[in-house]
């Protein structure tokens, strides 16, 4: 399994990540911009992962209780 994007808005986790650092964001802002985060949610915990390390793919399943708000 690949995962790389919020399949819901088909936002990449490279997209988010550059839009984060480029313009300081915090995590709530680059949902309210780019979107992604605001469907199913499901891509939350790695768009917090993704922000927090920098990995912008996944090769397994992340939920809340591996990556918490
Ligand atoms: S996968 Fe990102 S909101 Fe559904």
Redesign the pocket.
């Known amino acids: 399994m690949h995962i790389d994007r919020?399949?819901?808005?088909q936002v990449t986790f490279v997209d988010v990540l550059k839009d984060a650092r480029e313009k300081q964001r915090t995590i709530a802002e680059v949902e309210m911009s780019l979107g992604?985060?605001?469907?199913?949610?499901?891509?939350r915990p790695y768009l917090r992962r993704c922000l927090r390390t920098g990995q912008t793919s996944f090769e397994r399943v992340l939920t809340d209780a591996d990556e918490p708000e």
């Open positions: 919020c399949i819901c808005y992604c985060g605001g469907g199913c949610g499901l891509c």
